[in-house]
């Protein structure tokens, strides 16, 4: 449960941005197409969750991946369970 709790932590710092960014591409895609699509936003949010990781994680905060890895959580399980969640919630975003 600890190891559950400490993921969502590490991914809250990439949900808020990611959002944001994904929102910013669907009307972005609103303005050249004419139509506006939530499978835009869903789409967008899996590909900037991933960049907003390797930005934040592997290049501005590396040192936090020891933190990460002294509780038992290695660089292999992070980055799956940044996949994992943000597959989840881009299709979430998509399907309404």
Not at 18 to 38: D, E, N, Y
Not at 41 to 70: P, Q
Request: hydrophobic share 55%.
């Amino acid at each position: 449960m600890r190891k559950i709790k400490s993921v969502l932590v590490f991914y809250n710092k990439l949900l808020v941005p990611s959002v944001a960014i994904a929102i910013v591409i669907g009307f972005m895609g609103f303005l050249f197409s004419g139509k506006f699509s939530f499978r835009t936003i869903g789409l967008g949010y899996i590909l900037v969750a991933l960049l907003f990781h390797y930005f934040i994680y592997e290049i501005r905060s590396s040192n936090e991946y020891n933190f990460y890895r002294n509780i038992g959580i290695s660089r292999l399980a992070l980055w799956i369970a940044t996949l994992a969640i943000s597959v989840f919630i881009g299709s979430l975003i998509a399907m309404i």
